[in-house]
């Protein structure tokens, strides 16, 4: 069967440290991978999409890298901050996009 | 920027009831969404669209139904509602290819008594 699987703990980290979510997905041949912010009582919010042939994605202190060998993506986020805490969705693409049940991110101050 | 509103935040509803979801977004996007969200298990989709009067069955779409009259407009309904329907419902759309960057509405916390 199809599945998904983000960190299965969530992750607390110091403030400017970096934080590694893994993606790591079984049964999927994703042409795109994407991934999203949500904060509580809200929807997500998109942050970044690789595409298969992409190694890695870098947007401010945010990088993506997807491997296809590995079916994992693995996301970062450098310097850390407070106000990065928030779940992170991660969403394969593979004729409709699937999500990921996501992983809570705590950055303490 | 792109605004994807739902008509509630909040709703109470009794078993049995017949349950409106509404969702309106002004961008022109041709694609629409609904998801329900539950701990644990992620976003899972119930319905999309991909064009007005246009419908496809998403992963859980048993005791749903979904309209989609207007492109900026994309409706789901529970036909009768169970306790089981108790969630959070999300509506998103995206624009042209189906593999771009959803936008996300704020959701609907639903409770079925």
């Known amino acids: 069967s199809q599945k998904i699987e983000q960190n299965s703990e969530a992750l607390n980290i110091q403030e400017g440290k970096t934080a590694t979510l893994t993606c790591n997905y079984t049964?999927?041949?994703?042409?795109?991978l994407q991934w999203y912010r949500q904060d509580p009582g809200r929807g997500p919010v998109f942050l970044l999409l690789i595409r298969e042939n992409e190694k890695e994605k870098r947007k401010e202190r945010l990088k993506v890298t997807f491997d296809t060998t590995l079916k994992q993506s693995l996301f970062h986020i450098t310097a850390s901050q407070p106000a990065d805490s928030a779940t992170y969705l991660c969403a394969l693409w593979d004729y409709k996009l699937s999500f990921g049940a996501g992983t809570t991110v705590t950055v303490r101050a | 920027d792109v605004k994807v509103t739902q008509s509630s935040r909040y709703l109470v509803k009794r078993t049995g009831e017949k349950v409106f979801l509404e969702c309106v977004q002004d961008?022109?996007?041709?694609?629409m969404f609904w998801y329900r969200q539950d701990p644990g298990l992620g976003l899972r989709l119930i319905y999309f669209s991909y064009d007005v009067k246009m419908k496809e069955k998403g992963d859980i779409p048993e005791g749903y139904s979904v309209s989609r009259e207007k492109k900026e407009r994309f409706s789901l309904i529970l036909e009768s509602a169970s306790t089981n329907q108790t969630s959070m419902y999300l509506c998103a759309s995206s624009a042209a290819s189906a593999y771009n960057e959803q936008f996300f509405g704020p959701g609907t916390r639903l409770t079925v008594l």
């Open positions: 049964n999927y041949s994703p042409a795109y």
């Open positions: 961008m022109d996007h041709e694609n």
